[in-house]
């Protein structure tokens, strides 16, 4: 029976593309509770922070001066102490926890978003670099959303809260502090400015020779295998020294940051100690820092390094932003990828075809012309319409897929048959193995009980095919057989063909398929050797 | 490695040290001598001898301290990190040497081609490589400064002493369970996240089968739940690590504090309290410099893990130098009466298989995929097991043959250099590295990424161009023993013949063995079937 070749429209070459994956907003959306309750932990820590320093200096300075102090002011200073050792300790705490909770909830939303994918796009995909990006990645954005956000808005709550406080002794010396604080911006501008110049100038010989120790040892077993060892290791001592170089060059001007903010503490402490001794012994009387108690003067000098603490805590957590940042652009690069431009085979569209309800279906034809896509569709992992309407047994859970790249779980060999096959016994799982060749397999001692590690890892693409084999004659589900013959020798190829005429004496069985015997005992035959047109032999 | 470079290493940490203990005297000082100043001018200016007071040397010092603060911190780091960047460089270098000659390189599937492991080797290598920034440097000068204040504080308040070792106790015993929880927590993250990582991709290399078996979205989950699990353990961690920097936290003002306390306990009065004052401030001032004591313990933690790690890999190296080019003619002929193939643990699997290599007459392997032809090919070369040749009237052992061969792999990989680089042809000139592109069929292409000196990346190759490019490098060798493992993988039918016909001519006076799954039209070869 042959169908004419009619021109037929073009298919639909694939539905809208799903909306991109901002892995950066949806992380901020889940961060946001999280981030709220932080800063409001990490306030009142300041806060109480401050109140120790308070109570602490004039306690001192009270002692100092030889006057009264009262007991409850020493007893509020250790109830301060304590609380704020607490609410610091809560605060971390909380961080740890919203940073666990955003970095397990974006990464459950990247396998959903992995789920949409469709199987041709997802084999495309580098799976090296994806399995590393869901490792790591979520966490450097939960800590770039939670951490580093929390540090930026104490940058602004931080100082604030200190210069009051600071007012209510003595304000002109909280105007002097905060007055020092558009100067230190000004130099973070000036010093920022320097590194992105650098950096630019630097990037491309920094990017060959960052990851030289990482590429030698990614690909060791070829310089082994060309006696390159020798030259390989002189060659990155040079490197490395090289890159050592130019980065210590860099760090002179990123520490400089640092060094600012280190500065203008110091500044502010070394400036106040004047004015203050200066006041105290009446040799000058600056307005604001004369007249003063001796605790009113430690009191400004201790709370003014606080003043400029959650500057330094914020450039601590620089590396913290870059690292995030690059997490959220390398996830949404993979997530977001192009879908496979897949070739658009009108005659597929064509084909109405009646399965039967048990027998073996083939369909044949020259490598490219569309057997396995043929295959795909009849799974419902392409987009397109249909060839076989009405055959309700192909839905998923309703199939068994076999080839060469089945998936077999860590275990035993008895494990990995009888996984998605449902409950087995002993006996039954022996016979099948023995059928298909498994247990005198000289390469898996140890016959139902021999271990297959993870990721079967120590398996040939033979032997994985035979045991989706044995899983599809135990399951009692439709088989499609993606090239179940291919790599195999002729012993087992053999026998393999003889297991899917078995199961197609009482199911169905569609396979895609180059090996002629295997097409010659077929029911129904698909050719589609002749590009436009397909030919359907009962 | 240059001599310059190790001991500018030692210098950069000594200076390191020096500028570290620098910093936290001049925090120290800082913090106490200026309220010191405080407390003396205040009493100094409620009488006469405000006038008389020496103001202005003890506010220079103030100055210096604040600068010396700062510039000492600054050199602090920057002297730190070249140290570490210069140890790191060595330690690189000798760490590339002990993988090449570990085992495991030469037995099937390298583990570290893959990503996941790969970036787990590299996390473990900078483990190393800071942990003395990290961990050994803060810690030394923070013993440093608490020895120097114990010693003040049981001089000028013995009683404060009691107090303050309450809390270092305290502080060890949190330290002592931290390090033991922790060092548990870290190992199940690293094997929690390493099976998911496997799990994930296994279901990655399975995606269409288990999509249309409808149970890709529970395989995924649960590889994605398996790696949540382990940023679970690691939340336990730093929930530990919360708790140290409690208590380290606290430190620094309870010190001061019971200072005052017992200075004012033993009956000191105005004046006299003005150096248990000093020394309060400078333990507050120490107390800062306590924050960072729980990054410290897990520095140490990371980096204990990362050796006994890496340790794994140098584990059971041969003994004895790298085989080298034995002396005397080069072999003609090879011979095993019954060579037992063994799979890659070392079981015997097979028949034993007997060898006649001689040269112009290429061996060829053939087998389907998993009969064990590489493993075959790598114990001819000397790479697994340690079979003895006969060669004539000698004896060629494993670690003498494998500077005589040239091992072609099928999944050999393009380094990040230049082409020239990747041809590991050493001095040969320009022209022949030509000849052996054109050889290949890679010449043009070659020409398009750029020339000889192009730099190239792996992901810029197609398989097909990665594998021909490998072929060049066989072509380009002069060893006298050629082994090829599936030479032409990923090449059109066509081409691969056209490829192997040119290299067979030009090996026509070398040992050659070839290994492939489907039998190729090759005259005048001799040919061992492998059954599986």
Not at chain 2, 18 to 43: K, M
Request: glycine share 8%.
């Amino acid at each position: 029976m042959k169908i004419a070749a009619v021109p037929a429209p073009l298919p639909d070459p694939v539905a809208s593309p799903p909306a991109a994956f901002d892995a950066l907003s949806s992380a901020e959306r889940l961060a946001r509770p999280g981030l709220r309750g932080l800063v409001a932990l990490q306030a009142v820590r300041t806060a109480l922070r401050l109140g120790f320093a308070a109570t602490a200096a004039m306690a001192a300075g009270r002692l100092v001066m030889d006057e009264a102090v009262d007991p409850w002011l020493i007893g509020a200073m250790i109830a301060l102490l304590a609380v704020a050792c607490f609410a610091g300790f809560a605060a971390e705490r909380m961080q740890a926890s919203a940073e666990n909770a955003v970095s397990t909830r974006l990464r459950s939303l990247a396998g959903e978003r992995l789920g949409e994918i469709p199987a041709r796009q997802l084999q495309s995909l580098s799976t090296g670099a994806l399995v590393v990006s869901m490792q790591r990645h979520p966490e450097s954005i939960a800590a770039l959303l939670i951490g580093h956000r929390a540090a930026t808005v104490m940058m602004a709550a931080g100082p604030l809260l200190a210069a009051m406080v600071l007012s209510f002794v003595s304000w002109q010396a909280a105007l002097l502090v905060v007055c020092l604080t558009p100067v230190m911006i000004l130099f973070f501008a000036l010093v920022g400015d320097a590194i992105r110049r650098r950096a630019d100038a630097q990037e491309r010989a920094f990017g060959q020779l960052a990851g030289q120790f990482a590429d030698r040892i990614r690909t060791l077993p070829t310089i082994l295998a060309n006696h390159a060892t020798a030259t390989e290791q002189a060659k990155l001592g040079q490197r490395l020294e090289g890159y050592a170089g130019k980065t210590i060059g860099l760090l002179r001007i990123a520490f400089a940051n640092a060094g600012i903010i280190d500065f203008f503490a110091s500044l502010s402490i070394a400036i106040l100690a004047v004015f203050l001794g200066l006041g105290h012994l009446k040799l000058a009387t600056i307005p604001g820092f004369s007249h003063l108690e001796l605790w009113q003067s430690l009191f400004i000098l201790m709370i003014a390094p606080e003043y400029f603490a959650p500057f330094r805590r914020f450039s601590e957590q620089y590396h913290a932003k870059a690292e995030g940042l690059a997490a959220a652009g390398a996830l949404d690069r993979l997530l977001d990828a192009e879908p496979v431009t897949t070739k658009i085979l009108p005659v597929l569209d064509r084909l109405r075809l009646t399965l039967p309800t048990h027998g073996l279906v083939a369909i044949v034809g020259p490598s490219g012309s569309g057997k396995s896509t043929l295959l795909r569709r009849f799974a419902g992992l392409e987009p397109g319409a249909m060839p076989a309407p009405g055959t309700h047994s192909l839905a998923a859970e309703k199939i068994a897929w076999v080839s060469t790249d089945a998936y077999v779980p860590e275990g035993t060999l008895a494990g990995a048959i009888s996984w998605n096959a449902g409950a087995l016994d002993r006996n039954r799982l022996e016979d099948v193995a023995r059928a298909i060749g498994l247990l005198d397999d000289a390469l898996l001692p140890g016959g139902l009980d021999a271990r297959l590690d993870k990721g079967g890892a120590n398996l040939s693409g033979g032997q994985r095919l035979r045991i989706a084999v044995a899983r599809a004659q135990l399951c009692g589900r439709t088989v499609l057989a993606d090239e179940p013959t291919a790599k195999l020798d002729r012993g087992t190829a053999e026998a393999v063909r003889d297991v899917l005429l078995e199961i197609s004496r009482a199911r169905l069985v569609v396979v895609a398929t180059h090996d002629r015997d295997l097409a010659a005992a077929a029911d129904i035959m698909v050719d589609l050797t002749h590009g436009d047109t397909v030919e359907v032999a009962a | 490695m240059s001599a310059a470079f190790q001991s500018s290493s030692r210098k950069s940490w000594r200076l390191a040290t020096g500028f570290a203990l620098a910093a936290l005297a001049c925090a120290i000082l800082l913090g106490g001598v200026s309220a010191w100043l405080l407390g003396s001018v205040a009493i100094a200016g409620l009488s006469a001898a405000a006038f008389a007071f020496n103001f202005h040397i003890p506010a220079a010092f103030i100055r210096l301290f604040a600068v010396g603060r700062t510039a000492a911190r600054y050199g602090e780091r920057l002297t730190g990190h070249k140290a570490a960047l210069t140890d790191q460089v060595a330690r690189r270098v000798e760490l590339f040497a002990a993988m090449a000659a570990a085992p495991a390189v030469r037995r099937a599937g390298w583990q570290l081609g893959d990503d996941a492991r790969l970036a787990d080797y590299l996390d473990d290598v900078e483990d190393l490589d800071y942990a003395r920034l990290r961990a050994g440097l803060p810690a030394l000068t923070l013993a440093c400064g608490l020895a120097i204040l114990i010693a003040g504080s049981a001089v000028l308040a013995p009683l404060s002493l009691l107090p303050i070792t309450l809390l270092l106790l305290a502080i060890l015993f949190a330290v002592n369970r931290m390090a033991k929880a922790g060092a548990m927590a870290w190992e199940q993250t690293r094997s929690l996240r390493r099976g998911g990582a496997s799990r994930l991709g296994a279901a990655m290399a399975s995606a269409v089968p288990l999509k249309a078996e409808g149970a890709w979205s529970r395989e995924c989950a649960e590889a994605l739940a398996a790696l949540s699990r382990a940023d679970g353990t690691l939340l336990a961690l730093r929930r530990l690590q919360a708790g140290l920097d409690m208590i380290g936290a606290a430190f620094g003002p309870v010190a001061g504090t019971s200072v005052m306390a017992a200075a004012w306990h033993a009956g000191k009065q105005g004046a006299e309290l003005l150096p248990p004052m000093l020394l309060a401030f400078s333990w507050l001032a120490l107390g800062e410099a306590m924050n960072g004591a729980s990054r410290m313990l897990v520095a140490l933690l990371r980096r204990n893990a990362a050796r006994a790690e890496i340790g794994q890999w140098m584990k059971a190296a041969p003994a004895g130098r790298p085989g080298s080019a034995p002396d005397g003619p080069l072999p003609r002929l090879l011979r095993h009466g019954a060579l037992q193939r063994r799979a890659p643990d070392g079981r015997a699997i097979g028949t034993p298989v007997s060898l006649l290599l001689a040269p112009g007459q290429p061996t060829v392997l053939v087998g389907a995929s998993g009969s064990g032809k590489t493993s075959l090919l790598k114990q001819i070369a000397g790479w697994i097991g340690d079979d003895a040749l006969a060669a004539g009237d000698r004896i060629l052992s494993a670690s003498e043959r494998r500077a005589l061969v040239a091992l072609v792999l099928h999944d050999a990989v393009i380094l990040e250099d230049t082409v020239r680089a990747n041809l590991f042809a050493g001095d040969v000139p320009d022209a022949a590295l030509w000849r052996a592109l054109e050889a290949v069929e890679m010449d043009g292409r070659i020409r398009e990424a750029g020339g000889l000196d192009a730099w190239i990346t792996q992901d810029k190759f197609s398989l097909g161009e990665v594998q021909r490019i490998n072929l060049a490098r066989a072509w380009l060798s002069s060893r006298p023993l050629v082994l090829l493992d599936e030479p032409t993988e990923h090449l059109d039918d066509a081409q691969g013949e056209r490829i192997l016909g040119r290299l067979l001519a030009r090996f026509s006076d070398r040992i050659v063995v070839v290994s492939t799954h489907r039998a190729t039209p090759l005259h005048e070869t001799r040919t061992i079937e492998l059954q599986p």
